[in-house]
């Protein structure tokens, strides 16, 4: 009995050691902000990975519900990362999520690109001062689930999510499409 309180009392310490690594982590990257680089820069300085996005790394995919109980896959991606990428980020989403929501099939809608644009300008201590924005590309589809592959789009979860996942890992993007595709945002968002 002895040993089950000690396992709980070191899976907290655990718990709240991680979490004040995280906070810790966060607060480390935003304090750089002052050393001329900014958040900005740790969020869109490379082609974007399969993994969620959240609060201090807006690139990565996210899932929602749609009303009519659909799912809505986004992948955002930094400038330098082409849209065929974010659209097997999404895929791998959308297919990941049905596995573990024990769905054996899915059928996705075609992908939609559209680019989100980062402000330039910020307030502090009432002084307006320039900054960097976080500019994003942003593929979006929608996923419905199924259990028995009726349509003949449906694609299997399991297998589309490891290959995917695999095409991802294994993949290169060469200098000069990151370049394009830098441009390309840039020429969206005003910045050329």
Not at 61 to 76: E, F, K, L, R
């Amino acid at each position: 009995m002895a040993n089950m309180g000690l396992g709980r009392l070191g899976a907290r310490r655990r718990s709240v050691f991680g979490a004040a690594m995280l906070i810790g982590a966060s607060l480390a990257a935003l304090s750089l902000t002052g050393c001329g680089a900014s958040l900005g820069d740790f969020a869109t300085a490379s082609v974007t990975n399969y993994q969620a996005a959240n609060l201090f790394a807006p690139a990565g995919y996210n899932i929602s519900q749609n009303a009519d109980g659909s799912m809505h896959v986004t992948a955002a991606g930094s400038p330098s990362t082409p849209t065929d990428r974010l659209t097997k980020i999404a895929m791998a989403a959308a297919a990941d999520y049905g596995n573990e929501q024990h769905q054996k099939t899915f059928t996705a809608t075609p992908p939609e690109t559209t680019f989100k644009c980062g402000k330039t300008k910020s307030t502090d201590k009432g002084k307006v001062i320039d900054i960097k924005p976080i500019d994003l590309r942003v593929v979006a589809i929608d996923v419905t689930y199924g259990r028995d592959g009726i349509a003949p789009a449906a694609r299997n979860t399991r297998e589309t999510a490891e290959q995917m996942k695999a095409a991802l890992a294994s993949e290169t993007v060469p200098p000069d499409v990151q370049a394009a595709a830098t441009q390309e945002v840039a020429q969206q968002c005003g910045r050329t």
